[in-house]
């Protein structure tokens, strides 16, 4: 049989078996009437490919061609849903961070009536006189208590707390304390409310299955509408598919809808969109597998309109975890990363998933260059950013004083010295048609989508998912552009502040150190050549430990300050980047743990390699306060005003290291506790500026929008207003 013969034929030997049952009559998709679906037979409309030939790897669209349309053998949408539902649940159970209450009037009022009740019952109803005035002061006392500490807790904890006080008020109203034989019947009573409770609440996707099964609400039916609009298929037009459910008896009914990809096993795969109409249900956007969204995503929840973010990292450890602090094979794989972005930001999160088909455990050459771990990650497609499929609609162009040329975000100039770019609209049609609009540049500037990285270097009491954790945060708060691909590196560094001596051993290991640059071998082999460096804390001191080994595989600048100060030029007036080497264009400590006489006397030789250095110090950190105490010196973190007054290269009193700036963290006060040391992934100034310094090069004296020289050369402050000032 061929296409000719049969219209919902596909000439794919690797899936001719899905295809066992075949429609009479082509669906009409411009029909009104939806078309009911039974999952157990057959649960979806597949289209035929009028464009290429259906291949394995790809999954097949959802989506109106033309009028012939084949049905798999089954579709798997009630696995997406009850998954999807789970993950509402857990959302519900972790509940979210709040500024603790610690008295609210209407809770108090509460138990205060009902304390009230009982009173006139014993005195009005029993003639319960002065003998029980010691009875009426405890239950005062628990009830006071009761209304002071429900407003802090969880609604499972008020529940519970609700029922505890219920035991204590049948107790006594009833006089229970002389009637051993209804001590029993009351205990079982309240524990086994107490069991309902905590199983409704925590067992809830099994509980809310089994009710609909009784009331004849599970049915397992999904429909299939058509649409006019649907940003997951071509020209726009498609099908959706739709269940309706209810969580109760008694709560209002809505509706699931999922539109995109499915594979040949009838599963989400691929893009797609899903969205759940009851209340916190979310609205999903984004890459499928095998039913399950794994990202990158994004999602909103209805009503709510809490905002989540999933996205994928790259990194490398050598770390043997939580409890094992010995040295591992070195690893590399891809993790992601699902993080809250705005509104309420749910405990728990951010949620990391190790795509274990990504992981390797590196057995390439030690030379550099040789190793491939990282270019199969690139190559199996198991890195990917929301936006990727996106075109260009926005770039930066910024000026960059100290060489007098242009810089464009996410681009590489042909020229050594660039001054001028033209951009201007392009227009293009896609495959299905469609027109793109996006921003072109001029042919004197390359897009270079692929040589450019983020490295994140953590400090003390991390492992390897705590490290992701931090690093997914910053991300997805930045929004960083595709182009800037993110690598975590993680190392053996104890987990327990209380092995700080243990860490900053292993920070100074050469074994660890080769490591190192054996991953920064495999990040050239993969096309990195420009990359951002990000140390905090004693991540500083593992990477400048680590510098003169790896310095053999970095480019060196042209350009470097003289000890005056001032630039001086070797070969030209701008800095030409070397594609035989990887280039450091950013190295950024955040609250670095290094003595700053050790990184006076490293700077000469850093800034040879190093484009630009930013330091964030913090002199209110206690941690780093701890450190001066174990290593006897000031750390550059600790205070920027140490920093600039323990020599450098300039002259005069306010000396300062070369290209170099240093932000006084000082003033900040939002999203930190009382450490002050590890807030620079989700304070928005630290992430709106972190962000800054990576896409745009722009130095701090050209970040005015944000800061200003506090008066010390190389040094600024955040413009910021202190939180007691409400109104001016």
Not at 128 to 140: A, F, T
Not at 224 to 229: G, S
Not at 303 to 329: C, E, F
Not at 438 to 452: A, Q, R
């Amino acid at each position: 049989m061929n296409r000719e013969e049969n219209p919902f034929f596909v000439e794919d030997s690797g899936r001719a078996n899905h295809c066992s049952s075949y429609l009479s009559t082509p669906i009409d998709g411009d029909s009104d009437q939806p078309l009911d679906i039974d999952l157990e037979n057959v649960a979806n409309v597949y289209v035929t490919n009028p464009i290429g030939s259906i291949n394995e790897d790809s999954p097949l669209l959802l989506n109106k061609q033309d009028s012939n349309y084949y049905l798999p053998d089954v579709i798997r949408l009630n696995e997406t849903f009850l998954y999807m539902k789970l993950r509402q649940w857990q959302r519900n159970v972790k509940g979210m961070y709040s500024k603790p209450k610690v008295f609210n009037f209407y809770f108090l009022i509460l138990y205060l009536i009902i304390y009230g009740t009982y009173l006139y019952y014993q005195l009005k109803v029993r003639n319960m006189k002065i003998d029980s005035i010691l009875e009426y002061i405890l239950m005062g006392f628990i009830s006071i208590i009761m209304g002071w500490i429900s407003p802090s807790s969880s609604w499972l904890t008020r529940i519970i707390l609700f029922e505890s006080y219920g035991f204590f008020y049948f107790f006594f109203i009833m006089g229970m304390y002389s009637k051993p034989e209804l001590y029993v019947p009351l205990g079982a009573s309240t524990l086994g409310a107490m069991f309902i409770t905590m199983v409704n609440y925590f067992f809830y996707p099994t509980v809310h299955r089994s009710l609909n099964a009784c009331v004849g609400k599970g049915k397992n039916t999904w429909k299939l509408e058509p649409t006019e609009e649907s940003e997951n298929a071509p020209n726009g037009k498609g099908f959706r598919l739709v269940k309706k459910a209810k969580n109760n008896l008694f709560s209002p009914e809505y509706q699931c809808v999922y539109e995109g990809h499915l594979n040949e096993r009838g599963r989400p795969s691929g893009l797609g969109s899903w969205m759940d109409t009851s209340f916190t249900g979310e609205h999903l956007f984004g890459y499928w597998e095998n039913g399950i969204p794994i990202g990158p995503f994004e999602s909103q929840e209805n009503d709510t309109h809490n905002m989540l973010v999933n996205l994928r990292i790259i990194y490398a450890s050598n770390a043997g975890g939580r409890w094992n602090l010995k040295s591992q094979p070195l690893r590399t794989g891809v993790a992601s990363i699902e993080t809250c972005v705005s509104g309420g930001f749910f405990k728990g999160y951010p949620l990391v998933h190790h795509l274990e088909e990504s992981v390797t455990v590196c057995r390439c050459s030690t030379r550099f260059g040789s190793c491939e771990c990282i270019r199969d990650i690139f190559g199996n497609k198991f890195f990917r950013h929301i936006d990727d499929d996106k075109h260009i609609k926005s770039v930066t162009v910024s000026v960059d004083d100290r060489f007098n040329v242009l810089h464009v975000t996410g681009h590489r100039s042909r020229t050594r010295k660039p001054k001028n770019v033209n951009i201007e609209l392009s227009r293009d049609v896609d495959k299905y048609g469609g027109e793109i609009v996006s921003l072109g540049l001029d042919d004197n500037w390359n897009f270079s989508p692929d040589n450019e990285g983020l490295l994140f270097i953590h400090g003390i009491n991390h492992t390897l998912d705590d490290a992701l954790k931090r690093m997914g945060q910053l991300l997805a708060l930045g929004h960083f552009p595709p182009y800037i691909k993110p690598f975590v590196y993680n190392w053996p560094s104890s987990t327990n502040p209380l092995l700080y001596n243990k860490a900053k051993t292993r920070a100074a290991d050469p074994e660890q150190h080769r490591d190192l640059a054996r991953f920064l071998g495999a990040l050239f082999n993969s096309g990195i050549r420009k990359l951002h460096v990000m140390c905090h804390s004693m991540g500083t001191r593992f990477f400048l430990n680590a510098f003169p080994l790896i310095s053999d595989l970095l480019s060196r600048n042209e350009t470097i300050y003289a000890s005056s100060g001032n630039l001086r030029e070797l070969e030209s007036n701008s800095r030409v980047l070397n594609y035989e080497q990887i280039s450091i264009q950013n190295l950024i400590l955040l609250n670095p743990d290094y003595e700053v006489v050790k990184f006076q006397a490293d700077f000469n030789e850093l800034q040879h390699f190093v484009e630009h250095v930013t330091i964030y110090a913090d002199e209110r950190d206690v941690a780093l306060k701890l450190s001066r105490q174990v290593n006897g010196s000031y750390s550059l973190g600790l205070g920027a005003k140490k920093v600039t007054r323990v020599g450098g290269c300039g002259e005069g009193p306010n000396k300062y290291f070369g290209d170099m700036d240093i932000v006084d963290t000082k003033d900040l006060d939002r999203n930190m506790n009382s450490q002050f040391h590890g807030y620079f992934n989700i304070n928005r100034m630290m992430v709106d500026d972190l962000r800054e310094v990576i896409v745009t090069g722009r130095r701090a004296s050209e970040r005015t929008s944000r800061l200003k020289s506090s008066g010390i050369t190389g040094m600024y402050r955040f413009i910021l207003v202190p939180p007691s000032v409400v109104m001016v």
